[in-house]
T-cell receptor
Framework: AQSVAQPEDQVNVAEGNPLTVKCTYSVSGNPYLFWYVQYPNRGLQFLLK??????LVKGSYGFEAEFNKSQTSFHLKKPSALVSDSALYFC???????????FGAGTILRVKS | DAGVTQSPTHLIKTRGQHVTLRCSPISGHKSVSWYQQVLGQGPQFIFQYYEKEERGRGNFPDRFSARQFPNYSSELNVNALLLGDSALYLC????????????FGDGTRLSIL
């Protein structure tokens, strides 16, 4: 069975500082990993994915994520946070050739000016 | 290009009624998935359809059903509504290929009284 853990309900960071939102996963076989962001009263917006290849993947809006197979982690990062990055972030995993995404419970990111 | 569109945006029903939610995928996308997002939780997988065939089903009761039409749009039907069915229902579409990300609509907010 697949599962995702986002250990922090909320992350607070000052504008201009680097941010990290943590994610660990469990899946049999090769994982397909995704990060999404959700703004209030909106659907989920795709940020980036890891399928294979380089462990550091770059996505939209300056976000990047680092895949670590030994730690089964896929942490989301950004070098310099913006107030507009404040939102709810979800990590998700899918089995290779699988058909469903399994999401974590989400992490609220608050960026203060 | 238009993204995933869902209708209606909001819906209020009473217990025991049934509901039909609609989704139009991104043009060219043949795969549609449905998710239920209860407040404070990550989305939970309900169904996936590809080329009008069900390709996956989550752990939801038989009161939940769906179908996909020749134009790749989709409907989610829920019968005998319960208070616990109150949630945001999200539709996602994806292009061909198992590594393609799912793109989400803004959802239908269903409230059961």
């Amino acid at each position: 069975a697949q599962s995702v853990a986002q250990p922090e309900d909320q992350v607070n960071v000052a504008e201009g500082n680097p941010l990290t939102v943590k994610c660990t996963y469990s899946v049999s076989g090769n994982p397909y990993l995704f990060w999404y962001v959700q703004y209030p009263n909106r659907g989920l917006q795709f940020l980036l994915k890891y399928i294979t290849g380089d462990n550091l993947v770059k996505g939209s809006y300056g976000f990047e994520a680092e895949f670590n197979k030994s730690q089964t982690s896929f942490h989301l990062k950004k070098p310099s946070a913006l107030v507009s990055d404040s939102a709810l972030y979800f990590c998700a995993v899918k089995r290779e050739y699988g058909n469903k995404l399994v999401f974590g419970a989400g992490t609220i990111l608050r960026v203060k000016s | 290009d238009a993204g995933v569109t869902q209708s209606p945006t909001h819906l209020i029903k009473t217990r025991g009624q049934h509901v039909t939610l609609r989704c139009s995928p991104i043009s060219g996308h043949k795969s549609v998935s449905w998710y239920q997002q209860v407040l404070g939780q990550g989305p939970q997988f309900i169904f996936q359809y590809y080329e009008k065939e069900e390709r996956g089903r989550g752990n939801f009761p038989d009161r939940f059903s769906a179908r996909q039409f020749p134009n790749y749009s989709s409907e989610l039907n829920v019968n005998a509504l319960l208070l616990g069915d109150s949630a945001l229902y999200l539709c996602a579409s994806s292009g061909s290929g198992v590594a393609q990300p799912q793109h989400f609509g803004d959802g239908t907010r269903l409230s059961i009284l």
